[in-house]
């Protein structure tokens, strides 16, 4: 059992990922709003809240809470509830291991993190072929066939280029890959961090890579048939994902909390680079359009994959290199 | 006589949770949940392998197996056929199951109970992704290459299953 | 015609780019939105909101109904006899009873302002005065009075536009002489 002090601290611990899982998506949807707004001439919300509707989003949280929750007759039922829970918590525990600053600064030190991370990323498609099959609608199922077809092609790269930056590091711990990244990996990782910030985008289906939403011709994709809290749900998994992505890519290639007195300051260089990454995630949504389906699987398999694995070569030869002299 | 420690309860239990799934899954007559009861056995067996502290076993079935393969199957279902409630047309011969089944499973449970009865295995080593490498790549090399094999060939298999026969 | 990138060559990707440009320009440019029911708008002053009646003004001369295509000014009269001390005979003057505008109808065209010869009608930028009822937009004349106060001041002549009439002519009269 564990003593008083460690309970006290592991209690500390969920609590403070459970807030960053609360507030740092609501963040970046905010941030969404008016950053789109603003890149479309728009002022975007102003009201909520007072100062800029600084509260939109609380506000909407409201109105998804009020809303009449709605299962289809000819839904299967209880599929379709747990699709939203189960679509959320992988995010949430991926949160867990991703370290905000330098020594003790993360959720939960695990000694292979980037192989949790992936993996549980992963899990999330799960939730997508619910929520498309239980919801009794073609539209939905088409998206949801689609995400399963982006995902399990869009998984290799992302899995392929996370594996460069592990071997570059030779560990599979996420604070042991940001303690031994050094400036110069941002040359020598940079195909990598490109496909893999790429693919992340394709895991968590934001724009250009929303074919299973693409909500011209598929309504809505998977969530055609979710109201109320339960849409709120899949929606919050959208942000976090943002979240986990961007701070992914900021903890495997762009440094976590490197950066001037990063010891008192890590906290906030890893928070700046993540917030830059989900900048750049919202930037694109504005400036790009949709791939068309046949784009994005030729994307996957012709750039991206061999791409990462030219890149897989480079780190090896860069390392036994290395190693040698 | 060994004292029975939190561990063992919850390994007892989260394994119970794996049978009972894997029953579900070839007893329910939904075809796409038989699919997502298979999740929950996969990911049961996955904290099992938790609990035994190997947790890159752990990680690579959920990456492996949850996250690729029953996509796959999932997948492939709904592209098919994919009703929701009952299937009714189900082939499935129980008898010949239920003996296969519990053929097998009591006889491998009963084989290793049979060799492990008298001298117990002393407490694993945690599994570490490095102790796995050198097993993998230094101990058990030949037959990883062998398993490699196996897999091209079945690669190779699909793609001339799938290429449109020019002279048929 | 596809446009041409760098030295005439369109370079794969170069929409991309665009695209990323376009959206940060845009983002860093001051939006023009503009904040209507907090901020009331600065509107020119030669809007056409409303049009506005200086009654005292009016001598029922009939002009801006005649004029107006859309029939939406409405005059009604009467003569009174006005004993002027020392005169011959009593004065007759109009005395207006009733000048109603019917905004419903109105096109905003301004030609009843530019007729007026008396300076009786005028151009007011203001414009919140929609109805629930289309009968309401029927204004009286003290209704068209009150929007005297929210007439802006004429404006200076413009330095660089043509001469006024008066000025032209008065300039003319003034040459030939």
């Known amino acids: 059992m564990l003593p008083g002090m460690q309970w006290l601290e592991l209690a500390l611990r969920v609590g403070a990922v459970t807030v960053a899982f609360l507030v740092l998506p609501l963040l970046v949807g905010q941030t969404e709003h008016k950053v789109m707004a603003h890149m479309q001439a728009r002022l975007g919300p102003m009201y909520a809240g007072g100062f800029h509707g600084w509260a939109q989003l609380v506000a909407d949280g409201v109105k998804f809470i009020q809303k009449e929750d709605i299962t289809p007759r000819a839904a299967d039922s209880p599929v379709f509830k747990l699709a939203p829970g189960v679509a959320l918590i992988p995010y949430l ?17 695990l000694d292979i993190g980037l192989f949790f991370v992936l993996a549980i990323v992963g899990v999330g498609v799960v939730a997508v072929l619910m929520a498309a099959w239980s919801s009794a609608n073609k539209y939905s199922l088409l998206g949801g066939l689609r995400a399963a077809a982006q995902l399990m092609g869009y998984e290799l790269p992302f899995v392929l280029a996370a594996a460069s930056v592990a071997m570059a590091a030779g560990t599979l711990s996420l604070p042991g890959i940001v303690e031994a990244w050094e400036p110069w990996w941002l040359i020598w990782q940079l195909p990598a961090a490109i496909v893999f910030f790429i693919s992340g985008l394709a895991e968590i289906r934001r ?12 309504v809505f994709g998977y969530l055609t048939e979710y109201t109320g809290m339960r849409f709120a749900f899949f929606l919050l998994a959208e942000y976090v994902g943002i979240v986990v992505i961007s701070a992914l890519t900021a903890t495997l290639f762009l440094g976590g909390w490197h950066g001037p007195m990063a ?3 890590g906290w906030l260089w890893m928070l700046l680079k993540t917030a830059a990454v989900a900048f750049v995630v919202i930037w694109l949504r504005v400036a790009w359009p949709r791939l068309r389906e046949d784009q994005l699987q030729r994307l996957c398999w012709l750039v991206l994959v061999p791409v990462s694995l030219l890149q897989l070569v480079l780190t090896a030869a860069v390392r036994v290199a290395m190693v040698q002299s | 006589m060994t004292v029975i420690t939190l561990a063992d309860i919850m390994f007892g239990a989260v394994g119970l949770v794996a049978v009972g799934a894997a029953l579900a899954v070839v007893s329910t007559s939904h075809l796409v949940r038989a699919g997502l009861w298979l999740v929950v056995t996969l990911g049961a067996i996955a904290v099992e392998f938790l609990l035994l502290r190997a947790e890159f076993v752990a990680w690579v079935q959920v990456l492996i197996y949850v996250g690729a393969i029953v996509v796959l199957l999932l997948f492939a279902v709904m592209l098919t056929k994919a009703p929701i409630g009952r299937s009714t047309d189900l082939d499935r011969p129980i008898w010949p199951a239920l003996l296969v089944g519990a053929g097998s499973g009591l006889g491998l449970a009963t084989l290793f109970a049979w060799v492990y009865a008298s001298d117990g295995i002393s407490a694993p080593p945690v599994g570490s992704a ?7 790549f230094r101990d058990w090399v030949l037959p990883f290459e062998v398993l490699s094999v196996l897999l091209l060939a079945a690669l190779v298999g699909a793609i001339v299953l799938s290429k449109k026969d020019a002279k048929s | 015609m596809r446009p041409k990138g760098v030295f005439g060559v369109s370079v794969p990707g170069s929409g991309l780019g665009k695209g990323l440009a376009v959206t940060i320009k845009t983002l860093v440019t001051r939006s023009t939105t503009q904040q209507y029911p907090d901020v009331k708008p600065e509107l020119p002053p030669r809007s056409r909101g409303v049009i506005a009646l200086r009654e005292e003004n009016c001598t029922v001369c009939m002009l801006c109904a005649r004029e107006c295509p859309d029939w939406c000014i409405y005059i009604d009269s009467h003569k009174e006899e006005v004993v002027v001390p020392g005169a011959a005979r009593p004065r007759q003057r109009n005395v207006l009873d009733q000048f109603d505008i019917d905004f419903s109808l109105c096109m905003y065209c301004g030609i009843c302002i530019e007729v007026c010869p008396f300076d009786a009608l005028f151009w007011s930028p203001e414009f919140e005065y929609a109805e629930h009822d289309i009968r309401n937009l029927l204004h009286n004349k003290d209704r068209l009075g009150e929007w005297m106060e929210t007439v802006p001041p004429p404006q200076p002549h413009d330095h660089r536009g043509e001469p006024s009439k008066e000025e032209a002519n008065a300039a003319k009269k003034s040459g030939a002489a």
Request: proline share 15%; charged share 20%; no cysteine.
């Open chain 1, 93 to 109: 525990l991926a949160l867990a291991v991703i370290p905000l600053g330098p020594g003790d600064l993360v959720g939960e030190p």
């Open chain 1, 207 to 218: 724009p250009p890579f929303d074919m299973p939403i693409a909500d011209s011709e598929l």
């Open chain 1, 263 to 265: 010891e008192s300051l």
């Open chain 2, 130 to 136: 490095e102790k796995l490498g050198q097993n993998i």
